[in-house]
């Protein structure tokens, strides 16, 4: 039975296994001081059409939102997020861990919006309260939602205003990429910082953090917290291997065609998908003896939470890696829980 | 021309690509929940003899060190290392970074001794001053250096008498393994926490941190810090392949011969090695023209200090890659360099 | 024209200064281990009916709180308060500074319910999250609100049941004993922490942390924090002369009265007090123009937010040293303010 | 009998009792934002000759310490200190608290020499290493000896070659000021940060930390570590007592010219004083029998340490409190307890 339960459930792509053996045995410096990371970080440069920005290759998104987080604000700044948002939910207090504060604003979606933004803002004004100076934002956000280039383009200008950064967390933004109007030149001119999530799309581990204005200083914090990969090429490689030929946009095309397949089929069932989501995370409510009966078969995913006493919304993850037949499968056995009536 | 550098310079052992190539697209739970990491902890704790031991996965050094340290002792309390010590000197303040104190004592040879400790322990006896809680050693130690089966036991004995923990940094351990009396069976006995440094002796990266005490908490200091990896997994099947049938220690005896192989092939040219190393780093002192003659050749290695005007210590590092032809090429090129008067 | 911006507007109770100055050349230890803090600490045990209890003295509440939460909960662990919570709005994140987070439930009138703590409790479950650990509350509220013994039995039974610390933010403490009906004793027996605040009402500065249940170390906390008074007996000095004879009581039972006959006064002229105070500080709600004359006549008080477009809540607060005749001033000049229509 | 342990073991200097007395029931703004603070601040800037600078009143040393070194430098940079520095030996980790690594160099007399720092500086070069960023000294030093104004600047211009802010610790600086050639417009242009010591002169408490350079964020860093006073004109009001006529000065002379007739006296009866202390404290070494013999009298003094076996190394402490009748006492005693062979 298949696992629907993450986009990091398997290995790497292909194309990253070969890479990797194919460059055992080569001998570099350590700490991403290497060609491969130059290299990987050059093309990286190019997609984002940012020539000046600095990249970093980092292990994964906790370490990527409290690095970047700690080195782009100060001790009392803080940061604006909507409740959903990983940091606040996910990451057992890593950015407050730093010294941080994580503010946030009840958000329907997982988006954040300049209205939101701004009722946080104007709350705080003096040295007795923290001083938010950065906006986070996730793409895809944890709810499968989708940011669009005009939505972007206001938070920007929000952020402009009110003199905040824009830091936006790209662990899925594979999936983004390959279902909305933003590309990766338009992320390098609208946010401060991003990363290119490769953990959940094809690579072993590994996040490319890219930073529009370069910072003389990143790689000491990045040390500091023990964030400085020994065989730091690793990353590089992985990274080459996704972007130079578009594999890494065609992983994400993969996993959004097969969410997709999975929305409809299950919308086909009757059942309800309350929140809308383009990308490969899918959320259905589902009966619970229907929850029960696919989790008694093998099928593994996330049981989000009960919606009342006899509903629960579930979360659906898809991946490269998800076979269709898998998919078709687990559409066919849920029409087999579904009572008929 | 070869790099004597360091001995993360290359990828994995192929015993551990073919390991992560053959267990690719298994599907497994996330952050080291998964049935490989299960087994490899199991395999750990047999090998230490240490059935209650907890063994947490990690993904570098510094990360393994500042954890560790960060969960085991209190915000006031104090870390006692010798001046060499990785935590004082290379890791850009990662244990300050959680607000603990290191307290150094100079050490001729990168040990640590009772004495040392007590010298430390003594001056520090009320709540004006840092509490000292921990001793942290490496083996080897920074400088090749490796403890005794009978040093380790001392150490052991004075942290009761000052009710310390030892903790013990094994980013070189296989090393050590192969060339001391100590046995995993003695670090799990005789320390309150040590790690399997899988980065510097055949893993693409990896660290196996033993607590022979059980923490239930542990998971949460990872977390927080962003050292949870995603795809756990890679880790427990990395620890598995190197540790199952003996290629961890395999791969570290052939470092260390090749390092002994280096060591008198120097001496018998006439040049001093100051530290008596016996493991797989050794600090050879070299004329000025002859290092500038090896880097020109394109040899690579880490050039630590100069001496005196005209001599340089440097260090040279061996690992389970390193070719036996190039040491011999090695030696036959500093024989070259060599003023034959 | 008289200041109701705060109840730390003015210097010490006579009574205190009184003792200062008798006191001023004794010669005694440093950091609070001389005679005269003994005394005050062994004069709270008796009127907490806690012979064991430990009693700390400290300069200010942020202080009390940061220290207390700090040595009280490990790491990860999190903070349950109520939105308008102390630590969450006005500590420009002092909590956050000691890598803990507050996690917050909305509140109507600035109390914590034992169904708030549940509802925050049961989304954290893992080593994802950070995990609840103490609920605060302050008494008397932000808001002016006070707990009743049952409110505060009921939270402890909560706590129990979620393995939670209750800590109580004692900054007006005085107020709260003086119009609750929770003595000291039940403080002490109910939570596991809790401070008498001195600051705002009589004392120079200072407030006395009860920790019921003692703690060697907590010492060591408070000079790492650089919370130690170097002339420690100072505080001491002031709580003996506070709490010997009951003047601490009195001087709450003068600044609530004097708040209740404000806000009568301000009802009987036709205002909303919209959340309702048995304490030391009052909300009305008035007229734009009301306020700006109020303010061109010179009184003071802190203007709180805009209700609606020509409405604002102001907070007005007593203190032991308000003079009878600054009320009744400030009401006669309220009604000439108010239009007579 | 009387007690040399500390120069803060009594209460306030009269003038300043009094000033507290006579302002008592002035009400105020709270935090420091009041006229009395803004007066002191004023004083000082003119004392400092340096009309820019930003003037912030803490409560304590540490405190001081602390935030000064928190808010001036990033959190991978390092502060240099003597071996003896306060920070490092007597401050319980409060700037490893913040994040921040003290780096420390052996000093014979508690000094910080130009060469000291350069052998620190060239260590640490890459970003494995924290970076040196701050030079910390304290005037008068921790063994009592004092900076020279050809001191403070050498190791100003040593702090220029090396890009590292210079931080001076002025918890005794009243003392320095009377016995060296350095004024408060010297410390104001040699460093970047110093403070001026009131707690060890004269006031209750209190410490006004100058900041040439002014910078806008101080006071979010003191409200987060719970380092603002609430009553904050207490500081302004004590301040101003001390410095508008000369009583700081006047107080600081009166406490080393006792400390001079002490180690006059002591040397007169033939025991040596290995440090030369020209200020407040002095470092007799006395044979143990006469060391107890003075504290079964009932004098009270910190034992430093055993110098051998049968001397120890004690510290005496005056201030403007100390009768020169108790110095007289004292050496009579003295004179007695010691063998008249």
């Known amino acids: 039975m298949y696992s629907f339960r993450n986009d990091y459930s398997e290995g790497a792509h292909p194309k990253v296994l070969k890479a990797l053996t194919e460059t055992n045995l080569e001998q570099t410096q350590g700490y991403g001081l290497d060609p491969r990371c130059q290299k990987a970080a050059d093309l990286i440069r190019v997609l984002c059409a940012a020539p000046d920005a600095d990249v970093h290759f980092l292990v994964g998104g906790t370490q990527a939102n409290l690095l970047t987080i700690e080195a782009l604000t100060k001790p009392y700044e803080a940061v604006i997020a909507a409740h959903t948002g990983h940091i606040h939910v996910h990451e057992t207090g890593a950015v407050e861990a730093t010294g941080r504060k994580v503010l946030t604003v009840p958000s329907p979606d997982g988006k954040l919006t300049p209205a939101m933004i701004e009722s946080v803002s104007e ?33 920007r200008q929000c952020c402009d205003r009110h003199g905040l950064l824009l830091f936006l967390d790209g662990a899925r933004l594979g999936s983004a990429l390959a279902c909305s109007d933003l ?37 000491w914090y990045m040390k500091r917290r023990g964030a400085m990969l020994a065989k730091g090429r690793l990353l590089g ?35 309800s998908l309350p929140v809308e989501s383009p990308s490969n995370q899918q959320f259905p409510v589902l009966p619970n003896a229907v929850v029960e009966g696919l989790l008694a078969m093998g099928y593994e995913f996330e049981v989000d939470h009960a919606v009342d006493d006899r509903h629960t919304l579930i979360r659906l993850v898809t991946s490269w890696a998800t076979p269709e037949q898998a998919v078709e499968n687990f559409l066919r056995d849920l029409a087999a829980c579904t009572d008929p009536r």
Chains 1, 2, 3, 4 share one sequence.
């Open 123 to 155: 709350l705080h004004s003096n040295e007795h309260q923290v001083k938010p100076a950065m906006a986070y934002v996730s793409n895809t956000t944890e709810t499968g939602t989708v940011y669009s280039k005009a939505e972007l383009t206001a938070l």
């Open 183 to 219: 590309t990766l030149g338009d992320y390098a001119a609208l946010t401060d910082a991003f990363y290119i999530g490769g953990t959940k799309n094809g690579a072993l581990f590994g996040e490319a953090l890219v930073l529009p204005r370069p910072r003389a200083d990143f790689r």
């Open 237 to 271: 490689v992985q990274f080459q291997a996704l972007l130079e030929d578009g594999t890494f946009l065609d992983a994400a095309r993969h996993a959004n065609g097969l969410a997709l397949r999975l929305r409809d089929g299950i919308a086909a069932l009757g059942y």
